[in-house]
Antibody, heavy 115, light 110 residues
Framework: EVQLVESGGGLVQPGGSLRLSCAAS????????MNWVRQAPGQGLEWVAN????????YYVDSVKGRFTISRDNAKNSLYLQMNSLRAEDTAVYYC????????WGRGTLVTVSS | QSVLTQPPSASGTPGQRVTISCSGS????????VNWYQQLPGTAPKLLIY???QRPSGVPDRFSGSKSGTSASLAISGLQSEDEADHYC???????????FGTGTKVTVL
């Protein structure tokens, strides 16, 4: 069964940092682009970043450029999102999703930025 | 940055057909494939349609997608109570160099 499980969310103060992880199983991880997508409370979906199979290409939404870094470890079948200089507006459930079709999605991990 | 516009709501009675529009531009829908997602309350989104009109295995054929120019549509025929959910379109945007999602449409079964 193809599965994605996010972890690492929590409460952090504005200006703080957090590292999210996404553990993949049930498929050949290094054959797929991977994505992070977020959803603020009561709001719609917002794509955050994606990374190519070998990590050689990465793209970000403008609002996180210079603050967030997407990475992957194919040996560990894991995707990461390093989030620095966090702001209140980064509060959201963060999902990882496989491929350019975003299929499947993990269950998400909640990040709350508040003092 | 929701550059894809959807109606906030759509509704119908059981068995009816409902259509949701997704309006974009030449840099996204006009030049790239569109995907559609369904998000049931309290759950993660699920892929409904990929490459504008393809259904993944397991998705009922009541769901269909189409694209014309800079707009796309999702149709749900034979509406059922379990179709009550938020629905989103998405596409790659060549100008932004990133994916963009639609504003989302809440489907209500009356």
């Amino acid at each position: 069964e193809v599965q994605l499980v996010e972890s690492g969310g929590g409460l952090v103060q504005p200006g703080g940092s957090l590292r999210l992880s996404c553990a993949a199983s049930g498929f050949t991880f290094d054959s797929y682009w991977m994505n992070w997508v977020r959803q603020a409370p009561g709001q719609g979906l917002e794509w955050v970043a994606n990374i190519k199979q070998d990590g050689s290409e990465k793209y970000y939404v403008d609002s996180v450029k210079g603050r967030f870094t997407i990475s992957r470890d194919n040996a560990k079948n894991s995707l990461y999102l390093q989030m620095n200089s966090l702001r209140a507006e980064d509060t959201a459930v963060y999902y990882c999703a496989r491929s350019n079709w975003f299929d499947p999605w993990g269950r998400g991990t909640l990040v709350t930025v508040s003092s | 940055q929701s550059v894809l516009t959807q109606p906030p709501s759509a509704s119908g009675t059981p068995g009816q057909r409902v259509t949701i529009s997704c309006s974009g531009s030449s840099s996204n829908i006009g030049n790239n494939a569109v995907n559609w997602y369904q998000q049931l309350p309290g759950t993660a989104p699920k892929l409904l349609i990929y490459s504008s009109n393809q259904r993944p295995s397991g998705v009922p054929d009541r769901f269909s997608g189409s694209k014309s120019g800079t707009s796309a549509s999702l149709a749900i025929s034979g509406l059922q109570s379990e179709d009550e959910a938020d629905h989103y379109c998405a596409a790659w945007d060549d100008s932004l160099n990133g994916f963009v999602f639609g504003t989302g449409t809440k489907v209500t079964v009356l």
